[in-house]
């Protein structure tokens, strides 16, 4: 079993634009473990079961982070504009 270093996929996850530490940390709290990880997490579902984890609402607005940071990981050639959380909004 490879053992895993938290900090160092925490910092991994911080490359992400828009995701600092606290953003890091709860994608760690949702059980991803890498980049290649995330590539196939869907938005929708992190969002909720972050809202079920943390046991209360979470700003919507964490929901678009997470289609940002989901952008980021699947594409290679990234637009800029779609680099800012924003402009993941419904």
Same mark, same amino acid.
């Given at each position: 079993m490879k053992?895993?270093?938290?900090?160092?996929i925490?910092?991994?996850?911080?490359?992400?634009?828009?995701?600092g530490d606290s953003i890091a940390k709860d994608l760690w709290r949702l059980g991803l473990r890498s980049l290649k990880e +995330?590539? /196939?997490?869907?938005a929708e579902w992190m969002y909720k079961d +972050?809202? /079920?984890?943390k046991g209360c609402?979470?700003?919507r607005c964490m929901l678009y982070?997470?289609?940002?940071a989901i952008y980021f990981v699947?594409?290679?050639n990234?637009?800029?504009?779609?680099?800012k959380w924003w402009n993941w909004k419904d």
């Open positions: 053992l895993v270093n938290k900090n160092k925490v910092s991994e996850f911080k490359k992400i634009p828009g995701v +995330l590539k /196939s997490a869907d +972050l809202m /079920s984890i609402y979470v700003d982070v997470f289609r940002g699947t594409h290679s990234h637009d800029p504009k779609l680099l």
